[in-house]
T-cell receptor, first 114, second 110 residues
Framework: KAGVTQTPRYLIKTRGQQVTLSCSPI?????VSWYQQTPGQGLQFLFE???????NKGNFPGRFSGRQFSNSRSEMNVSTLELGDSALYLC?????????????FGPGTRLTVT | EDKVVQSPLSLVVHEGDTVTLNCSYE??????LLWYKQEKKAPTFLFML????IEKKSGRLSSILDKKELFSILNITATQTGDSAVYLC??????????FGKGTKLTVNP
C-alpha cells in the first residue's frame, strides 16, 4: 500500500508570493491533517480535514488555508508569504478523525521563503 | 494550554546501550499518546498508547503510559547506529489535535 505522498518536495518562494502544497493520503484514509515543523517551534498543528470539511484548526493566521477534495486529497495554501513561513510542511493521514487514531506522515514539503 | 515536554532534549550513547526517553503531558481530556521516529523527513509511527500500565513492544523498542502521573517512556534496548534519530512524542486530547513535544535527539555511536 502506498504511503502518504506530498508534492512538491521542495519550494523556494519570495516574500509576498503565495504557495499551494498538495497531499495525497494513504488509500482508504479520509482524514488529512497538516503540520508545520520548524527548529524553534517543533511540530505544530495547522488544520484537519475530513469529508471535505475542516474539522479543526490550529493557532495560525488566516493566510494559512486548506481544502480537501472528494477523493480525500488535500491542499494547503499560504498567501502573502513571510520569511517566518520557511519550514517543513507535513501532512498526515488517518482512516477517520478521532482522538485515538494512528496518523501516518508524508515526506513533507520543504518551503524556503527568501 | 495543552503541552507536551520531552526529556532529555539530546542524548549520545554507544551501540549496545539501553536508553529511556521521557515524555510528560498536560492535555485536556487526554485520549492517547503517540511516539514517532524522525530520521530525515517523515516521522514514522512507532506506538499509540491509550491505557495505563500496558506495555507495547516492537522488537527492541517498548513503551508504557502512566495516566495517573501523566507521562510515558520509550525504551530502546541494545541500541544500534540505525536508532539514531529524533524521537517525537505527541498527545491527543478532546480537541483531537496532536500536540507534539520538541523531541529527543538520539545519537548512537559505534
Amino acid at each position: 500500500k502506498a504511503g502518504v505522498t506530498q508534492t512538491p518536495r521542495y519550494l523556494i518562494k519570495t516574500r509576498g508570493q503565495q504557495v499551494t502544497l498538495s497531499c495525497s493520503p494513504i488509500s482508504g484514509h479520509r482524514s488529512v491533517s497538516w503540520y508545520q515543523q520548524t527548529p524553534g517551534q517543533g511540530l505544530q498543528f495547522l488544520f484537519e480535514y475530513f469529508s471535505e470539511t475542516q474539522r479543526n484548526k490550529g493557532n495560525f493566521p488566516g493566510r494559512f488555508s486548506g481544502r480537501q477534495f472528494s477523493n480525500s486529497r488535500s491542499e494547503m495554501n499560504v498567501s502573502t508569504l513571510e520569511l517566518g513561513d520557511s519550514a517543513l510542511y507535513l501532512c498526515a493521514s488517518s482512516l477517520a478523525p478521532g482522538a485515538s487514531r494512528e496518523q501516518y506522515f508524508g515526506p513533507g514539503t520543504r518551503l524556503t521563503v527568501t | 494550554e495543552d503541552k507536551v515536554v520531552q526529556s532529555p532534549l539530546s542524548l549520545v550513547v554507544h551501540e549496545g546501550d539501553t536508553v529511556t526517553l521521557n515524555c510528560s503531558y498536560e492535555v485536556t481530556n487526554f485520549r492517547s499518546l503517540l511516539w514517532y521516529k524522525q530520521e530525515k523527513k517523515a516521522p514514522t509511527f512507532l506506538f499509540m498508547l491509550t491505557s495505563s500500565g500496558i506495555e507495547k513492544k516492537s522488537g527492541r523498542l517498548s513503551s508504557i503510559l502512566d495516566k495517573k502521573e501523566l507521562f510515558s517512556i520509550l525504551n530502546i534496548t541494545a541500541t544500534q547506529t540505525g536508532d539514531s534519530a529524533v524521537y517525537l512524542c505527541a498527545a491527543q486530547g478532546g480537541s483531537e489535535k496532536l500536540v507534539f513535544g520538541k523531541g529527543t535527539k538520539l545519537t548512537v555511536n559505534p
